[in-house]
């Protein structure tokens, strides 16, 4: 019994410094999150983009919108990516074999009339059935193709794009005015840059007008309230931290933007899939370095681009299994990275940490809060330990949650009412003490899943933004 029990204390000994391992490299992405946050907004007082966007340095940009039964909110989303502040772009909308109404909808709308221009097919993807232009809006091309999912959607508008920079974006979301402009000053400031994120941010509960949100509220429901917790840790301190360590490893596919020319030569999106965008991202990383080319990927925490997210279990579940299977199937697919100084901090130090710090996350700390409960039971350990695991595996959670709330309201503030900062602060507490391990137990079956080689895309349920 005495072996079993020393057994025991060493596990429980490993996964308590497990806890404190992954909690103090979130504390310090919090600090590095606010510094960087704070530079960008003192340079951004200094760079003037009105009279520099007036002039012929920016590069032009093909927005792709790849759209599957978007009926809800296709109208006002492209609206919204027409209303851009920027002189020199296009809308490519790839309607991804959609079964409603989205189609049929973009050609009433926006008088659009079939349009026989040159394919190229620089990447593969399924049949484009016809191409849509608009002698109305002249900034607007539709894709109509058959389904081949969200990767082959995107290649498809790839191919199609005129301009030399692509931004992705959520045929179910709406861009700032402003966004775009925002992401393309890193493309001036450093010409080697390939890639940049930005914000993504909840519309549930928003207000419109003109078909932009106009009061930033927050969502009525409570799996809305505890995703807008989520996203700010995962924007404002998960990725502006990797940015500044320069081993950003994932620019959400809501919204990006990506030089067209680097997007080609990696071979553009993968069919075989389901987390697309955070493979992409690593493969960049990979055929740069390979190659021996400069280059840089970054992300910005100015620009917003607003989406709907489920507010109802199920499908909350399945987004979540989904999101965990892409994360397992992009570092599986590039394991040779992994753990190898020639890859820079992305090989030697992100991909590591994603191994870890959130793909086996859920194994350890599920099996954690069951070991350190048996061991008590059986006396392995004391009271006192089990206080300190809950202290390091709940308590310093519920620090990096509140501190991403305090974060956006020391640098963006968007939220104009103290009393949902305070409400977003206590969604923050609450939300480690059930819900976390509930989206655990999802990211376990998500693992599970992708162990038995499921691919499935499952089903979003949305009402629509921006009407």
């Not at 498809?156 to 992401?183: F, H, M, Q, R, Y």
């Not at 950003?248 to 997007?263: T, Y």
């Not at 987004?319 to 570092?331: E, F, K």
Request: glycine share 6%; proline share 3%; net charge positive.
């Amino acid at each position: 019994m005495s072996i079993v029990s020393s057994i025991l204390v060493a596990i429980n000994v490993l996964v308590l410094v497990y806890f404190l391992s992954i909690n103090v490299i979130y504390l310090f992405l919090i600090g590095a999150s606010y510094l960087h946050i704070r530079k960008f907004k003192d340079v951004d007082r200094i760079f003037k983009m009105t009279g520099v966007y007036s002039t012929n340095l920016y590069k032009p940009v093909s927005i792709i919108a790849p759209a599957f039964n978007e009926e809800q909110s296709i109208i006002a989303s492209v609206n919204a990516l027409l209303n851009m502040k920027y002189s020199n772009f296009e809308v490519v909308v790839v309607n991804d074999g959609s079964k409603d109404q989205t189609l049929q909808l973009l050609i009433d709308h926006f008088q659009l009339k079939p349009d026989n221009r040159y394919r190229p097919r620089f990447l593969q993807h399924k049949p484009i059935r016809q191409i849509y232009s608009s002698p109305r809006y002249p900034t607007l091309v539709v894709v109509d193709k058959e389904n081949g999912r969200k990767a082959d959607a995107l290649n498809a508008g790839i191919n199609i794009a005129s301009k030399e920079l692509i931004c992705t974006v959520d045929a179910d979301s709406i861009l700032e005015p402003d966004a775009i402009i925002k992401l393309l000053r890193v493309f001036m400031e450093d010409e080697t840059t390939i890639a940049v994120g930005g914000v993504v941010r909840l519309a549930n509960g928003c207000t419109y007008k003109h078909r932009m949100v106009d009061k930033v509220l927050l969502p009525k429901t409570f799996l809305g309230r505890i995703q807008a917790v989520e996203y700010l840790r995962a924007f404002l301190f998960g990725r502006v931290g990797w940015d500044y360590l320069n081993a950003l490893l994932v620019i959400s596919g809501a919204f990006g933007v990506f030089d067209r020319k680097a997007l080609i030569n990696a071979g553009g999106y993968l069919h075989d899939t389901v987390g697309e965008d955070m493979e992409l991202v690593v493969r960049l990383h990979k055929y740069h370095r390979d190659n021996n080319i400069p280059y840089r990927i970054r992300f910005i925490s100015e620009p917003v681009c607003w989406t709907e997210v489920p507010e109802d279990f199920k499908t909350l579940a399945g987004q979540r299994n989904r999101w965990h299977r892409g994360l397992a199937d992009s570092l599986y697919r590039h394991r040779d990275m992994m753990f190898r100084p020639s890859y820079g901090k992305v090989g030697s130090f992100a991909m590591p940490f994603f191994l870890f710090g959130e793909l086996l996350a859920p194994v350890i700390e599920l099996s954690g809060f069951i070991l350190v409960v048996f061991s008590w039971w059986f006396g392995a350990v004391n009271i006192w330990f089990a206080i300190l695991f809950m202290l390091f595996a709940v308590v310093l959670g519920m620090v990096l949650s509140v501190s991403a709330v305090l974060l956006e309201e020391m640098t963006t503030k968007r939220y104009d009412r103290p009393l949902d900062v305070i409400i977003l602060a206590l969604y923050a507490l609450f939300e480690n003490l059930g819900y976390r391990q509930i989206h655990a137990w999802w990211r376990l079956r998500g693992l599970y899943d992708f162990i038995r080689g499921n691919k499935e895309w499952g089903v979003m349920l949305r009402k629509g933004v921006g009407k």
